[in-house]
């Protein structure tokens, strides 16, 4: 079996994200099998339908990267219980134009991290709703809601909580078996 590239789209731009710094956690925990690609989605600009006559570079880029992959990870904050304008935009252009959707059969999953109670609950769920319309196979369980404090993941990834770590190391592992399902089945 060959190495699985997985797109990874971070919702937030900010220097110091704890959902990158999740993301890199992922990334320490995954098998050698995964190859994983930092998306970028800071340099979008804001959709607009006259794209679809000809779109922009960046817009161009994002869609042949997410083409490129054969699964998708979005790691998402939550921004008034929703998720992040900057994400839903990079999943609009790369959605676009109607039936040019890069993301369409690939396996995904949706986790985030917060300093609030609710670990960006919210703004997964409604993530998953528009993955489920772009025909994405977003894993089920287990549901990835961080509540996000000092010490409990480091820039580079590394974990500070043994059950944490335990806790991802779970998700990883099913998610590695829900890539190799749904590619298979590809």
Do not use: C
């Amino acid at each position: 079996m060959g190495k699985f590239k997985v797109a990874v789209l971070v919702g937030s731009l900010r220097k110091e994200s704890i959902n990158r710094r999740l993301a890199r956690a992922v990334e320490r925990l995954a098998p050698d099998t995964l190859a994983f690609e930092h998306v970028r989605i800071d340099d979008l600009p804001l959709y607009d339908q006259d794209f679809d006559g000809d779109y922009p570079a960046q817009g161009k880029r994002l869609k042949a990267q997410i083409e490129a992959a054969d699964a998708l990870l979005f790691v998402t904050p939550e921004y008034n219980r929703s998720i992040p304008g900057v994400l839903k935009n990079a999943i609009d252009i790369a959605s676009r134009p109607w039936g040019t959707n890069s993301f369409a059969g690939k396996p995904g999953a949706v986790i985030g991290a917060s300093i609030g109670a609710t670990g960006s609950a919210l703004a997964q769920q409604h993530l998953r709703n528009v993955l489920a319309y772009l025909d994405v196979a977003v894993l089920g369980q287990p549901e990835v809601f961080i509540k996000f404090s000092d010490g409990l993941i480091e820039d580079d990834g590394r974990i500070g909580n043994e059950g944490t770590q335990k806790f991802l190391q779970g998700f990883v592992d099913r998610y590695v078996a829900w890539i190799e399902t749904h590619r298979k089945a590809g």
